[in-house]
Each structure stands twice: as structure tokens, then as C-alpha cells.
């Protein structure tokens, strides 16, 4: 099995910014979560994190016929992206989306989210833990 974990803009900044809403563990440290679980799970993973929202969206394309499940933090665009929603409908790769913070206990724009609408799943305030969970679920869904 395999799934392409996708982090969007000012999540390589983890460590750095706003630590008493993300933390003060780095990007690097995420990788690290997210590598042990998928080798604890048997799953092989790759971890891209883009600012860009037109790289994300080229990410999401290339991956059909490569990757059996998407987990994806697009961030700041979760509130704002069309495309990165309709590339992912366009591939129809099975997706959970996961935020690091409580979207929905934060501001107004942030409750918002498009790329919500062709996920199966949302996992939102479990700090890394939620890459994992995200992992989960769509290792269940794929066997199921
Ligand atoms: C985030 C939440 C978004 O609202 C924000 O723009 C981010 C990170 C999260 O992981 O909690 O950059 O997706």
C-alpha cells in the first residue's frame, strides 16, 4: 500500500511558528512520526510538503496510478482552494484530511474547508497524532 502525505504552506515553518498553536516540534520531527507508523504499518510512504499552491495541485495529478490513498494538510489553503479540492476529485484517490490545530475552535474563515468536500475523513486537533490516525483510516478504508 501506498500513501503520499501532502503538507501545505508554513507547515515546514513547524517549530518556528506560532508554537502555542502547533507546538514546538519541527517539520522534521512530523517526518519522523509519520515514517515510524507507516514502517510500524507495513505502508509505504512519501512525505512532500510545497507554499505553492499550483505544486500541490500538480502533486495530487502525478500521483494517480502511483498511490493508493492521499493524507493532506493543505493548510492555509484547506480555507481558500478550489483547484486543490478539484484535483483531488479529479484523481479519486481516497484522501483524509488532518490539521494539526482545532480548526473549528479557531477563527471564522478557518471553518471553512473545500478540500474537505472529496475526503472521506477529517482529522482536526490531535497535534502529529493526527497524521497517524489519518494513516488509519485509510488503511481501513483501502482493505475494506
Ligand atoms: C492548519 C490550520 C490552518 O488553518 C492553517 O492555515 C495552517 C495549519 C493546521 O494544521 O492546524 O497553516 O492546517
Known amino acids: 500500500m501506498k500513501i503520499l502525505v501532502i503538507n501545505g504552506p508554513n507547515l515546514n515553518m513547524l517549530g518556528i511558528r506560532e ?44 500521483a494517480l496510478g502511483k498511490f493508493d490513498g492521499i493524507v493532506i494538510n493543505p493548510a492555509a489553503y484547506t480555507h481558500t482552494s478550489v483547484a486543490i479540492l478539484d484535483a483531488l476529485k479529479a484523481v479519486s484517490i481516497p484522501a483524509v484530511e488532518v490539521h494539526i490545530s482545532d480548526v473549528s475552535a479557531r477563527e471564522e474563515f478557518r471553518q471553512i474547508s473545500y478540500v474537505r468536500l472529496a475526503c472521506i475523513d477529517t482529522f482536526a486537533g490531535f497535534g502529529f497524532d493526527g497524521y497517524v490516525m489519518a494513516m488509519d483510516r485509510l488503511i481501513t478504508h483501502l482493505k475494506n
Not at 23 to 28: A, F, I, N, Q, R
Not at 35 to 55: L, P, S, Y
Open 19 to 62: 508554537p502555542g498553536i502547533y507546538g514546538s516540534e519541527t517539520y522534521e520531527d512530523l517526518t519522523r512520526v509519520i515514517t515510524d507508523a507507516a514502517v510500524g504499518r507495513g505502508v509505504d510512504v512519501e512525505i512532500f510538503q510545497h507554499n505553492h499552491e499550483g505544486v500541490i495541485v500538480d502533486k495530487i495529478q502525478s
